[in-house]
């Protein structure tokens, strides 16, 4: 691109590098036809051009559009289409802009495909429906004029207090690492060029925004190599196999140095020892929140361009980079290598040729996403526990209560732009019931962290007049037009309606009191009583457990999550997610996970260990024999056998401790896993390939190396190695 | 010591590095007359000596040692001199035992002076005063023949959960290193020879268990290097400058390399990088737990030896070196390396003499050991709060409630051994004030966990019959005779009636809703109220503190606590302690630390920070006018006035916010403290010399260096830099 970059002035090449504009103010409607607005004319004029433009699409309370002032679907196409004609028409040198928009779990703007969130996509455990989907959204997202999607995916969940844990696959890396390969590859295709059905992903965070101390949004990550390397960047590394276009680097520090302006992870580790090469985007206004450790904008911005980001998100630091190059603190170099950055992406999504690549993109299927987004959801449906009242007979008269059975907006996650109306597709859990012809009675008997009166009342009624209580409880990552919200679009002020989501770290994670009321009230009247948990971040469910005969829970599905769980709870399907993080027991008991490294303390001395649900943990209504066939460096064989009566999906999960000389083993990691879908009787045999990525360690370049060792796998849910486990020696 | 290094064998070497037998099953009391046993004979005679000897005097429910069967005070020499005298009239050549105890607030072995908890020594902030207590600790230690006090001080108090709280001095590093560079240069005395009045000192932990993951005792700190070597380390550095015989390598992990093991921090760090020499001891066990990143114990041996450990504690790891050597693990070379350091300490406590160093030991004095303690205790007492219902007025009728208002094991913390009896120099707060002559019903209200029959009822009746109600809540480390105990002395079973101390982690840190009962109880009666929390970890106290009038935190203040409270509360003395630590405003609210790194998080919607009891936190009944006059390079001056009534003792604190570029800074540091005492109207001006332990950062090796940036600091309580604080411009 340098022949590009030679002819860019300094003010042309600063223009590239940000990203200021909020591109929902790019146009307005006026008597019903899209204009491109003095904001954006001026931005375009400052920088003659715009490197590129986030949220022209999107929609939610942050940005203030909806169905009424924002940019339906039937019209992304021609928006984006304008102001690429305007951008290329007040540019020297024509150069495009880049559209960029969040797709979390699907594009947020207006008609966008919501799918499960991330947590829930973690639950099913199946890379292949994952891409299947991915793609959809790719091709969707392309349709629509947008070339770059921010996706969620390396955040690891570490912390059940962090208000974004639903945006995390996972806590373990393996299974992170697994499904962001998996939707990078499928959004962006198979090659170096992104063609006209794809789009380029920029992965967010890096690093370690999982490991924020306090589980409080952006705080500092004191974490050391080993950790960062082990847990945080596994996921990282995988999408730059994967020839991710970008990263979006965190708010966090790690061990003191924010990630904007850490030069050893944005290039030492991404691109010297990785040898990627792409992006680097900073989060929104994460530069100017530099100046904690910067004495002004030119130094913040010159902090964050020797480290190696090469956009900025709405700070004023990247906009003062001239006077940072006046002042000599960065060189003519330091921005061209940024810029060139940019031009490339441009390049490799097809922005420079003769016939635009989006000038004809190719739509989504609507059908198949739509169908596709069910099935995932139905796969992330997890049963904890089921005294045998699941699967429900089609004619019992249910009492659907608690405040999630019959709340759309609290199925959704963050992220998510407001609803069609009508929405024929979206289903809750007593929508759906009713459409199964389950005879129901509702009452939600309290919000979320309020009582409502008379609610208990009502929950009673309900039940007493059923055969069985069906009690949803759970979060809310529900997003207000009244909210109010920081810079960077988290909620700021304090919304009792919402429990989740950017913004809403909680110190207390366990069903809220208020909720428990309702489930006690189900309780007392003595009906069978089937627990649902809808919720965004790994609960404490052990109060709500002790009082159902059976537990459901289901990490935000989505707008078809109603019908999914009545899938599972009719017995049209039968159960097959596992959780993707560890529920802890209670209160204050946390970290979890079931990768920390061993320890030899005999826990808390006010909480059972055993009150924790582990990772892994999901029933079916069939049961299953499973066993480890043989395991040498190169694969595990294992077995599996349908041994019940009911037909099912089911995921053999393949866990290993590994030894090394000198290192504390961490407890049990996920090593594999394999989706299978066996008839009663029938038998599969399993090949869980293993190479580096399962058995190696990370040297001090980050990068894996076989140490001699060995290495415990076993297929059962133990959380240590059970007597059948087999041990394979590790040799370089 | 190369020539007594000579003439051992590799047997008597590796006895050297050994400390197995359990001192206390050293001796046996047969007819009134002390023998040494078989335990001791063999062991002897399995290593041709004995390296070093622990817990010849320790008396505890572990020990099983008490009044009843353990070594008394006046016998102590004799001990010690009949246990040496068989071990060198064993050995080849005559080599002398080391007698190691525990002294980690005074000894633990019958008849020792029992200091306030560290908890409570960092309340108080006067260096001069535990020098001079320690001073008086080191004389009664080395005149019971005590060789080696091991030392809890390294410790950073990070986590409210961690039962081992009490041991720590504060959560802030410079507090920490100044109490343990006062403690350490008082026990040893300044010279590099340690006389007859000195013990040399083995500080502990090293490093970072106070950051284990949890708060739960051992687990791994996956810390970066900077959390490490700025909060973690500075203690150790401290120490090591104070010229610090040893360190005790800490159970856990640092980023997944056990201490016991991690040649990087007791090779690299210690001696290569600091220039320190001496000993490392590893913690109890803590070898034979290196077993799970090690094949075998001749694996772990030689990790631990080749790392820097010269002391084993209770391991087999450690007496198979003989195989480790053949097997080709370690070298003759470790071996002679770690033996020639503990010949060296040895030589250091003039063992080697010819008339042996401690065969006229010095005396301590009781009496000034007891008022200084007493005096300690009192400068701990923090008040939090105070609606002028203190200081009560000498005849105000009072109702003495709570679990901890009579309970003398509750005031004395973890690692104590038994008390006299009878024991007429402790008091209770109901004893100290009935012996001040305050009219005194007294009801217990319930236990620590557990309610009472009839005890609400009881706390009414006393509260009613009443002008004052004292409410004194908290926690126990007390230890039963009956108790489990795991291999390392950690307490194993659960125990209602325990709730700190080493083994009894805590999900939740608020004081417990059991206690809160008695509290309301009391509050009901409608009399003013005074709050006392006699506790060991940093507990929440909202809901406690807005049920009372006044609000009193006493870190277990020893057996003097009530006499000292009673200080405060009948207003012999105005208060001057300052939380050495941050109490979370409720469960799940942690990390706290004032110097954890700035954040841009709200913190979390469901708690408030406000609610946060910030460190330093500390009221009198005279009021201050405090401001800085001043700040350079080298010094902060600042100005002192009693304002108020009241003639106090009054601690100044310096706080600052120190900024490097490209570092997120901390939000506050403590860089200095000054005690003064000053009466009504008096004032002072203040130094707070500024150096490179208050102004430099760490560079690559762990040493400190001038940074360019900027200091501000204040005097005031604020957690962030007030109006009136002082920039100071930092040049190397």
Not at 402 to 421: F, I
Not at 433 to 453: M, T
Request: contains cysteine.
């Amino acid at each position: 691109m340098k022949h590009v970059l030679e002819r860019l002035t300094l003010k042309e090449k600063i223009g590239q590098l940000n990203q200021r504009l909020p591109g929902w103010d790019a146009l307005e409607v006026t008597h019903g036809k899209l204009v491109v607005t003095d904001a954006l004319k001026q931005e375009v004029e400052r920088f003659g051009g715009i490197g590129s433009l986030y949220g022209l699409q999107r929609a939610d309370p942050w940005s203030g559009r909806h169905w009424g002032n924002g940019i339906p679907p039937e019209r992304s196409a021609e928006a984006t289409a304008l102001v690429q004609s305007y951008i290329r028409s007040q540019s020297s040198s024509g150069l495009p802009t880049l559209f960029v928009e969040e797709a979390p779990h699907g594009l947020q703007g207006l008609g966008g495909h919501v799918l499960p969130v991330n947590l829930a996509v973690g639950a099913a455990w199946d890379d292949d429906l994952v891409a299947e989907l991915a793609a959809q959204v790719a091709h969707e997202l392309r349709a629509r004029g947008i070339h770059v999607a921010l996706l969620s995916g390396l955040d690891m969940l570490r912390d059940p207090r962090w208000g974004r844990a639903e945006e995390c696959f996972s806590e373990d890396p393996y299974i992170a690492s697994h499904l962001v390969r998996s939707t990078v590859m499928a959004m962006q295709g198979a090659g170096e060029r992104i063609d006209t059905e794809h789009v380029a992903v920029v992965v967010k965070h890096l690093a370690a925004q999982g490991a924020g101390i306090g589980g409080r949004n952006g705080s500092g990550a004191p974490l050391g190599w080993r950790e960062l390397h082990e847990i945080h960047l596994p996921a990282a590394r995988a999408a730059a196999e994967a020839g991710v276009a970008g990263y979006m680097a965190a708010y966090n520090d790690v061990d003191g140095i924010a990630c904007s302006a850490n030069r050893d992870l944005l290039t030492g580790v991404l691109r010297e020892n990785w040898g990627w090469e792409g992006i680097v985007m900073a989060d929104c206004t994460a530069l100017d929140r530099l100046l904690d450790a910067a004495p002004d904008h030119a130094h913040a911005g010159a902090l964050a361009l020797r480290a190696g980001v090469d956009i900025s998100f709405w700070d004023e630091a990247y906009v003062v980079l001239d006077q940072a190059l006046d002042r000599g603190l960065i060189e003519m170099a330091d921005i061209d290598r940024a810029c060139e950055r940019v031009l490339s992406l441009k390049q490799r999504l097809g922005l420079f040729d003769e016939s635009p690549a989006d000038s004809e993109p190719a739509p989504g299927d609507d059908v198949l996403a739509h169908r596709l987004a069910h099935r995932l959801a139905r796969e992330s449906i997890v049963l904890l526990r089921n005294d045998g009242v699941l699967p429900l007979a089609g004619s019992t008269r249910l009492a659907v209560v608690g405040p999630n059975a019959d709340d759309l907006l609290s199925q959704l996650g963050d992220y998510t732009a407001p609803r069609p109306v009508p929405d024929p597709t979206s289903s809750t859990i007593r929508s759906a019931l009713i459409a199964r012809g389950f005879p129901v009675e509702h009452a939600a008997g309290s919000k979320l962290r309020e009582r409502i009166d008379g609610g208990l009342d009502a929950v009673r009624a309900a039940v007493g007049a059923s055969e069985v209580a069906v009690v949803v409880l759970g979060s809310s990552s529900r997003r207000l037009y009244e909210s109010e919200f920081a810079e960077n679009g988290a909620v700021q002020g304090a919304d009792l309606g919402m429990t989740n989501g950017e913004g809403v770290d909680l110190s207390r994670v366990a069903i809220d009191p208020v909720q428990i009321e309702v489930a006690r009230a189900a309780r007392e009247v003595g009906k069978p009583m089937v627990g649902i948990v809808i919720g965004g971040r790994p609960h404490a469910v052990t109060e709500f457990a002790g009082l159902c005969d059976a537990l459901i829970f289901s990490a935000f599905p989505g707008p078809t999550g109603g019908d999914a769980v009545v899938d599972v709870v009719s017995g049209a399907e039968s159960p097959s997610g596992r959780l993707p993080v560890t529920l802890p027991g209670g209160e204050g008991v946390w970290p979890v996970a079931h990768d920390e490294r061993r320890e030899t303390s005999r826990g808390y001395a006010d909480a059972s260990y055993a009150d924790n649900v582990l990772l892994g943990t999901g029933l079916s209504y069939s049961t299953f024999e499973v066993s480890v066939l043989s395991g040498s460096q190169t694969e595990v064989r294992a077995r599996v056998q349908n041994t019940g009566s009911v037909e099912s999906r089911y995921v053999v999960p393949l866990y290993g401790r590994r030894h090394v000389l000198g290192v504390r083993p961490r407890v049990r990691q996920v090593i594999g896993y394999v989706p299978v879908h066996l008839a009663p009787g029938e038998e599969q045999e399993i090949v869980f390939p293993l190479g580096i990525d399962e058995l190696g360690t990370v040297d001090s370049h980050g990068l894996l190396e076989l140490t001699p060792g060995h290495l415990d796998v076993w297929v059962s849910g133990d959380l240590h190695p059970p007597t059948d486990s087999v041990r394979i020696e590790v040799a370089p």
